[in-house]
């Protein structure tokens, strides 16, 4: 454990120089260069801070994936194990069973998933790439590997399958071919069955792809291929050729086989179903389309959309089941996709909100040729999986207990909290369980597949999303699952807009008006408190009790004088203006009142949105307690909500823009502090404002700081510059060009819509600020400004006077240097890197809190760092970190207790020691660029480490990690780096995920216990850790997807059957299609790869040597699995053959010594 001497400045002393805090430890290295200052001059140690945390305590690996699948493609699903396999366009796998059984794995290529396979009851699964190849994996170790891969070269994979307890996969491709390959060796065979073989000679069209292969199921040895123009074929593998060929004039997109092996059904591309049977193959059996108009005898059917899948399947006890998609008819265009359930005379139809991808019926049995009693179907949609109960005649939907909707509304902003209070979870879900939908079967959800256990981690973890449409989700995130808790809407706060109206009244975002910007809050004390995009703030107050008022609103002015900002002439005006000054002219406390010009035109002092006026009913739960808006200044709307923060223990909020700030007293509803952020120190001008041209300044110069260190970044991208941007809320996962979306609002890509004015100066023309604080712009003013050339200097774009507030934080601090003991403090970062103290004088006693004004000044202490300010902490004198104080908890609707002789219980946070004479603290503040940790009262900088100089940081925090503070950071180059405190050593840098979309920066969240997430795609959560010891133990955390199961046995076929029922049972596929007898496939055709995967718990292969060793193995370890029930067994046996030897012992004497004429 190695110890770090502070060598610095006594508090009380005052030769240290002021400006060395914000000039010590400029350091010109590369991007991790760091160094160590003493501030000031050289004094005695005053202590010694031991810090435990090393390198050795760091590793980045990725946990565990939430969400639906982005973009699915394929369905497959194990009727032994129970479990379930989703492929997507990306070339992901995801792999579901009970809840906590969820893996996910990738394919290297990244190509779409175009088919899975499972191996029934094996522990693996195959899966058809688009880029045709065929992949192997290995199911039975907790993160699925690749054992061996097959590379087609000249033919295209359309279609795929596998009969149950085979080792042959037969592979159709575009060509009309069907190649066959040995899945334990994963070798092609020679058996090739050609296009031109399989149809008739005197054909002269090609068949067109393989859309279908399935084996007989009263014979393995026939085969039937479905092709894409309406032709299929019979196929005697034995005798290699056609036993008997079906052509029909529509194409064909599925097959299913009645489970007799006489009959078998098509769904064709005019919405028609047709019915084969085998004897009588000339023309078909029956035909129907279902959706279709009754039409005269002997006129066809009305042509509906194509039928894309159907299944057949039959039932011992019942009619059968006839289940498609789509075959809707032409005149119904409105109508939703839906899914068909036919079962005897009744016809169901299933409307579902998103186009089906794919759908599988789920039966009790794994064998073919037994009835096959469906008892469900999963259905997989664009956007979400449902599982339908086919057991009851409503056809009722399962409850889905994987978090599947957490992009219902795309996220726009997410927050992480690890080692919430314990109680937090249990009292969010007993609130939100009562408004869980109803309807749902009454029956277990059918995956049940895979195990799982807590493990070692039980520490409560709650992660919240925040959505576009304004809805708040709370989730249970412990153990490594995801279940939703809660649900708050902000949207009921405002009135509904009728039609016509949002032009009117909210330009400021006209797609998501209430789209969650920033979330704030503080578990212990149950505050929330939320941002959104146009331009409000919400504080929420926790209470189990319903309660029906009127909801309090704040308008509040905020704007920036722009004239004296450029105006060459020195500050005359006070070194703090007045506060009544600032305060907005008008506030409404019960709803908006709207003022307009008498022409009509000009807007002034209207909020984007109106709040509901009359008395609303309140559920228990999260409850609106005030409301603050900024409203339209001279015409222009009010800018985006930059930063947030709330002090329950001081009765405050914060928040700013790039405007100002504004500092409001949620206890009293009044407005404390509404300034421009260049009037927070406009005695103490740091950066000597110089006059600017006013044609330059016409041009917004939010470029200057969005694209500041991205022109040596990100060269090549400033080359792709559109003036068309893509909406977060549309869910797709294009890359957009990082310069533009560090401009972009969270929810749309809509300009900010400035009205014309003559040239001059606009009054709110502010700088966008860094990943969590966007604001609108034109896009033909993007398209000028980023025509400029940038400078990588910094200099020129410090001198720039427009400032947005990137950071709040609230603690009990020193905010001036002369103070001996600490007090309510609001440390206030901007995106040029300042950082301004500002002190806040609190009533003594509670009772004077509700009456007495609060007052906010302030202080003169100013620090600086390179690069937007993102986040502040504070450390105590021995090292500890300093958590912000808060107020104890209470129902504020509880009838029950005394009103009169409640008090307000605050928790400091901080020892009595603290607060002697000549005490002191240290205050860690991180920027894009840089990170310093300051001596307060002296305010003299310790430490300075430069993160980087070639990039920016995105997301910065600091957290807590075995008891010890970090500070953690994530790089738009995609490193994620720790550092110790206060000595910032550098203890991780790993390059982890390069930034391809903004939506990773905006919603990356370090927490505490070593742990992160962000938004990957726009409907699933990634999860990771940064903790070795996690990592370590990932393997105990996550679910078993393989657990030894007895495979059902067949039905006993009888004697009948078994006579005339087919050759099935005799039919050896390892001698037609081994080596020995079908020969070796063309080198040309396709390549074996081998996978990365590894060899142990892989399902040995039948033929060879190494499979035999292979399978030696699997059976000794399942051997001992299951070494206790053979046990039993075997004694159980051994009893039981005792007593039949002493049985037949005893009738072998009895009857010894008779005659035959005895019996």
Request: with cysteine; aromatic share 8%.
């Amino acid at each position: 454990m190695k110890k770090f001497n502070f060598r610095k400045v006594l508090d009380g002393l005052t030769a240290s120089s002021p400006g060395s805090g914000s000039s010590s430890g400029s350091n010109s290295g590369g991007a991790g260069s760091g160094s160590v200052h003493p501030g000031g001059t050289a004094g005695l140690p005053r202590e010694e801070i031991q810090e435990s945390l090393t390198s050795d305590y760091f590793q980045i690996c990725k946990t565990v994936r939430h969400g639906f699948p982005y973009q699915p493609t394929a369905l497959a699903f194990d009727p032994v194990q129970k479990i379930l396999a989703i492929g997507t366009r990306t070339g992901a796998i995801r792999i579901l069973g009970r809840p906590g059984v969820d893996c996910y794995c990738q394919h290297e290529s990244g190509a779409a998933v175009l088919q899975l396979q499972f191996l029934i009851n094996e522990g693996a699964l195959v899966s058809a790439s688009s880029d045709d190849t065929l992949h192997l994996w290995n199911l039975r170790q907790k993160r699925p590997a690749i054992l061996h891969s097959l590379k087609f070269n000249r033919e295209r994979i359309t279609y795929c399958h596998l009969p149950f307890q085979s080792k042959w996969l037969y592979v159709g491709t575009e060509r009309g071919n069907t190649h066959i390959v040995n899945i334990e060796s994963f070798i092609l065979s020679g058996y090739v069955i050609m296009w031109n073989k399989a149809i008739e000679l005197s054909t002269k069209t090609h068949p067109g792809p393989v859309v279908h292969l399935s084996d007989s199921p009263r014979d393995e040895g026939k085969l039937l291929i479905g092709y894409e123009n309406g032709t299929v074929v019979f196929w005697d593998l034995k005798s290699k050729r056609a036993e008997l060929r079906v052509y029909y004039d529509e194409a064909i997109h599925s097959i299913d086989w009645h489970h007799e092996g006489k009959q078998f059904m098509c769904s064709h591309s005019d919405g028609s179903l047709t019915l084969w049977n085998l004897k009588s193959p000339s023309r078909p059996f029956q035909t129907t389309v279902p959706h279709g108009k009754s039409q005269r005898e002997g006129r066809k059917s009305e042509s509906c959309k194509p039928i894309l899948k159907v299944e057949y399947k039959t039932c011992r006890n019942s009619e059968p089941f006839i289940i498609f998609s789509g075959g809707l008819s032409y005149d119904k265009a409105c109508r939703r996709p839906s899914l068909t359930i036919m079962h005897g005379k009744a016809i169901t139809v299933l409307e579902m909100d998103h186009p089906i991808v794919e759908f599988l019926t789920l039966c009790e049995t794994p064998y073919p040729n037994e009835f096959q009693e469906p008892y469900a179907v999963a259905v997989l949609l664009e956007k979400d999986l449902i599982v339908v109960d086919l057991t009851q005649t409503n056809f009722p939907i399962f409850e889905n207990p994987y978090p599947m909707d957490i992009h219902e509304s795309p996220v726009t902003c997410t927050a992480y909290f690890a080692d919430c209070p314990p109680d937090l979870i249990l009292v969010l879900y007993s609130i939100g369980v009562k408004h869980k939908k109803q309807g749902y079967s009454n029956k277990e959800w059918p995956v049940s597949g895979g195990a799982w256990n807590l493990g070692a981690q039980t520490y409560p973890e709650i992660i919240i999303t925040g959505h576009a449409d304004g809805t708040i989700k709370f989730w249970d995130a412990s153990a490594m699952t995801l279940q939703m808790l809660y649900k708050l809407k902000t949207s009921k706060v405002f009135e509904k807009q009728k039609a016509g109206e949002g032009k009117q009244t909210c330009e400021l975002v006209e797609e998501d008006p209430f789209a969650v910007q920033m979330i704030y809050w503080c578990p212990e004390s149950r505050i929330f408190c939320v941002s959104g995009v146009s331009a409000y703030v919400i504080i929420y107050k926790f209470s189990r009790h319903e309660v029906t008022t009127e909801i309090v609103s704040l308008e509040v002015r905020l704007q920036c004088d722009v004239e004296d900002i450029i105006t060459p002439e020195p500050e005359t005006s006070p070194p703090f203006p007045d506060l009544s000054s600032q305060l907005p002219p008008s506030r409404s406390l019960s709803g908006s009142t709207n003022t307009v010009s008498s022409e009509g035109v000009t807007k002034d002092s209207i909020p984007c949105l109106s709040v509901k006026t009359r008395p609303v009913r309140m559920p228990p739960g999260y409850q609106a307690d005030l409301v603050i808006q900024l409203v339209w200044v001279d015409g222009e709307p009010p800018q985006q909500i930059t930063s947030l923060s709330i002090s329950s223990a001081y009765g405050i909020v914060a928040f700013g823009n790039c405007t100002g700030l504004v500092v409001v007293d949620f206890i009293q509803k009044t407005v404390l502090l509404s300034m421009g952020t260049i009037d927070l120190y406009r005695s103490s001008d740091l950066y000597q404002r110089q006059p600017r041209s006013p044609r330059k300044n016409r041009q917004f110069i939010a470029d200057n700081f969005c694209m500041r260190g991205l022109s040596n970044f990100y060269p090549d991208l400033t080359k792709r510059i559109r003036t068309s941007y893509q909406s977060l809320t549309e869910l797709n996962d294009s890359p957009v060009p990082l310069e533009l979306e560090r401009c972009k609002s969270p929810t749309s890509g809509l300009a900010t819509r400035t009205p014309e004015a003559a040239p001059g100066f606009y009054r709110n023309e502010m700088p966008a600020v860094k990943q969590r604080s966007q604001v609108h712009h034109l896009p033909e003013t993007r398209e000028n400004s980023y025509n400029r050339s940038r400078s990588s200097s910094i200099s020129s774009i410090d001198k720039d006077s427009k400032e947005a507030i990137t950071a709040l934080y609230f603690m009990e601090s020193f905010a001036r240097k002369n103070d001996s003991t600490v007090s309510p403090c609001l440390f206030v970062g901007t995106s040029l890197g300042m950082v301004v103290l500002i002190s806040l004088n609190l009533p003594s006693s509670d009772e004077q809190r509700f009456t007495e004004p609060v007052v906010v000044l302030p202080s003169g202490t100013f620090l600086s760092l390179k690069g937007a300010v993102l986040t502040f902490s504070c450390m105590d004198r021995t090292g500890s970190l300093m958590q912000p104080p808060y107020e104890v908890w209470r129902d504020p609707n509880n009838t029950d207790e005394n009103e009169k002789t409640w008090k307000r219980k605050l928790v400091m946070n901080y020892s009595s020691s603290s607060q002697e004479m000549g005490d002191h603290q240290y205050t860690i503040i991180c920027s894009e660029k840089q990170a310093k940790v300051f001596s307060l009262p002296s305010q003299t900088c310790l430490y300075v480490h430069n993160i980087t100089e070639t990039s920016f940081i995105l997301q910065a925090d600091v957290v807590v990690m075995c008891n010890s503070a970090c500070l953690a950071c994530f790089c738009a180059n995609g490193h994620i780096m720790i550092m110790s405190l206060p000595s910032l050593r550098p203890m991780l840098d790993v390059n982890y995920l390069p930034l391809t979309d903004m939506r990773i920066a905006r919603t990356f969240c370090f927490t505490n216990e070593g742990q992160a997430l962000y938004l990957v795609s726009p409907t699933e959560i990634q999860r990771l850790t940064y903790s070795q010891e996690m990592c370590d133990n990932i393997q105990d955390m996550l679910g078993d997807l393989f657990t030894p199961i007895e495979t059902p046995e067949a039905q006993n076929r009888g004697f009948l059957k078994g006579l005339f029922g087919g050759s099935g049972q005799t039919f050896d596929r390892e001698e037609l299609f081994g080596e020995a007898s079908a020969g070796k496939a063309s080198r040309s055709l396709a390549q074996h790869i081998p996978g990365p995967g590894s060899i142990e718990g892989m399902k040995g292969a039948a033929g060879g040597v190494m499979g035999e060793l292979t399978r030696a193995r699997i059976a000794l370890d399942e051997r001992g699995q299951r070494l206790g029930e053979l046990e039993e067994k075997t004694a159980g046996m051994m009893t039981s053959a005792e007593a039949f030897s002493k049985h037949a012992h005893e009738l072998m004497l009895k009857y010894k010594d008779k005659k035959w004429y005895q019996f």
